[in-house]
C-alpha cells in the first residue's frame, strides 16, 4: 500500500523548523502591541461572495486562484477558504458592530489559500500577518503603519536587506482618468505585450504595471505616470506621507508602476522589497483601501493596510542567521535518572516547573543506561544535564553537568539548582 503524501503546495512544518516561525510569529505579535493593535481572529472559510465583491471578479485571485465549493448546507452556498485576510477582517469588524463611530487598529495571522504554482517563497497555503487601522484618513496612520514594518525588521535582523516602495494609486476618479490613457497606450503596444499582460489590458491594465517579463517592462518605459494624473487631495495626502517618513529617517524609493492586484486599494500603496529571495521579492505590501468598507455594505469609513508573507519572513531570517541562538536551543534542563528513581525524577521536574514557571525542561522516558541518557541530553541542546542516582537521592541534592560550557559537573541542593534554572530561563 502507497504512502499518502501531503498535497501539492501545502508543506508540514517539521520540529525543526518550527522555533523561526514561533520566533517570527512572538516578535511580530511584541511589535504589534507596542504600537496599540489587538488581535483579531476569523475564520478559514467565507462565502465566496465576500471576495468576488471586494477583490473584484476579473482579479486574477478570483477567475483562477481561489479554493471554492459548494457547501453541504440546504442552502448549497457557494464558500471560499480565504486567499487573503483584509475582506475578511472588514467583514468580521461590519458584522460585530465595531466600526460604528470608532476607530480600530486591528492584526491577525494566519494560513491563507490561493492555486499557484509553488515556488520559492509562495505555497498554496501559506501564512500571512495582516493589520488593519480604521477610521483614520490622514497620512499619519499610514506613516505609523511603515514605521511599524521598519521595527519589524529592525527587530529580525533583516533591515539591510529589505528596502520600501512607494506610490499613490489616487481616488477611484482620478485612476480612472489615468486608466483611460494607460488602455490608450498599451493598446498601441499591444501586439509587443506578453500574453499575460495582453490578457489584462481588457480586464485589469494597471496589473500590467507588474509585469515581470523584461520586454513588458521596456515598453512600459513610455506609459503615462499615474502621478501625474492625481486629484490635489491625493497629491496632498502623499507629500504629507513623504514628509512623515523623512522626519522618522525611513528611506523609500517613489515607484510610479507600483500597484496592487486587488480593487479595494486607493491612495497610499507600497511595498517592502528584497533581493535575497530571486523572484518573489516582495516581503510586505499594503496601503490605504478608504472604499471597501462601503463597497461591503457599511459606512464609508477610511482604512489602511497591510499583509507580509511568513514563509518569505522565515527564509530571510534564515539566510541571515538572524534567528537568535537561545532560540534555537529548545531545551534548557535534562533531567538524567537511574530507572529506579523515576518517581522522584518526575517530581522533581514538577517541582522545578513550579518554582521557575519558564524554564524549558525534559525528563528523559522510555529506559536506557545512564551513558545513552547523556547523550540524549546532549542531542537535546540543553544546556545543563540533572543526573539522580542513590547518592543525590539520599542526600536531597542533584549532580549537574554543563553540557555547552567547560566548567566541571558539581553536586548542589534543590535551591541552588532552582537560582541555576531560573538564570538558565532568564537567558531565553
Known amino acids: 500500500m502507497s504512502k499518502i503524501q501531503s498535497l501539492r503546495g501545502m508543506n508540514d512544518c517539521l520540529p525543526e523548523e518550527s522555533p523561526v516561525w514561533q520566533y517570527l510569529e512572538a516578535t511580530a505579535a511584541r511589535v504589534f502591541k507596542r504600537y496599540g493593535y489587538r488581535e483579531i481572529r476569523f475564520p478559514l472559510l467565507e462565502s465566496t461572495e ?13 477567475e483562477k486562484e481561489m479554493y471554492t465549493f459548494t457547501d453541504l448546507s440546504e442552502e448549497r452556498k457557494s464558500i471560499t477558504l480565504r486567499p487573503e485576510g483584509t475582506a475578511s477582517c472588514v467583514r468580521a469588524c461590519e458584522q460585530h458592530g465595531l466600526l460604528y463611530n470608532q476607530v480600530q487598529k486591528l492584526w491577525y495571522g494566519g494560513p491563507m ?43 529580525l535582523g533583516i533591515d539591510d536587506i529589505v528596502a520600501l ?21 498599451l493598446e498601441g ?82 511595498e517592502w522589497v528584497t533581493t535575497e529571495l530571486g523572484a518573489q521579492g516582495t516581503v510586505c505590501a499594503g496601503g490605504r483601501y478608504d472604499g471597501l468598507v462601503e463597497q461591503l455594505g457599511g459606512k464609508p469609513t477610511p482604512a489602511v493596510g497591510f499583509a ?82 542513590e547518592d543525590e537521592v539520599q542526600a536531597g541534592s542533584v549532580t549537574v553537568k554543563y553540557l555547552r560550557e567547560d566548567r566541571p559537573q558539581e553536586t548542589i541542593s534543590f535551591e541552588q539548582l532552582t537560582r541555576l534554572a531560573s538564570e538558565l530561563a532568564d537567558l531565553q
Open 50 to 62: 465576500l471576495f468576488k465583491r471586494s477583490i473584484g471578479e476579473v482579479t486574477d485571485i478570483v
Open 113 to 155: 489559500f490561493r492555486y499557484e504554482k509553488p515556488q520559492k517563497g509562495r505555497l498554496r497555503q501559506f501564512h500571512q500577518f495582516g493589520v488593519e487601522a480604521f477610521g483614520m484618513a490622514g497620512p499619519d496612520i499610514d506613516a505609523e503603519l511603515i514605521a511599524l514594518t521598519a521595527r519589524l525588521w529592525r527587530e
Open 165 to 185: 516602495e512607494l506610490n499613490s494609486l489616487g481616488t477611484p476618479e482620478s485612476r480612472a482618468r489615468y486608466r483611460k490613457e494607460l488602455v490608450s497606450f
Open 189 to 270: 503596444v499591444f501586439d509587443e505585450l506578453d500574453s499575460d499582460s495582453q490578457r489584462r489590458v481588457a480586464s485589469n491594465p494597471m496589473r500590467v504595471l507588474d509585469s515581470k517579463d523584461p520586454s513588458t517592462q521596456a515598453l512600459l518605459q513610455d506609459a503615462p505616470n499615474i502621478l501625474d494624473y492625481l486629484d490635489e487631495e491625493s497629491k496632498q495626502h502623499f507629500d504629507g506621507l513623504q514628509q512623515l517618513l523623512d522626519a522618522l529617517g525611513i528611506t523609500y524609493r517613489v515607484n510610479p508602476r507600483l500597484v496592487r492586484g486587488l480593487d479595494y486599494y486607493s491612495r497610499t500603496v507600497f
Open 308 to 389: 507580509m508573507g511568513l514563509e518569505r519572513l522565515v527564509l530571510l531570517v534564515q539566510e541571515r542567521h538572524a534567528l537568535p541562538a537561545t532560540v534555537q536551543q529548545q531545551v534548557d534542563v535534562y533531567v538524567v535518572a537511574d530507572q529506579k528513581l523515576l518517581a522522584h525524577a518526575l517530581r522533581m521536574a514538577e517541582q522545578l516547573r513550579d518554582q521557575v514557571p519558564g524554564l524549558r525542561l525534559q525528563t528523559h522516558c522510555g529506559g536506557g543506561s545512564f551513558k545513552s541518557q547523556m547523550k540524549k541530553a546532549d542531542k537535546s541542546g540543553a544546556r545543563i544535564a540533572c543526573l539522580l542516582g
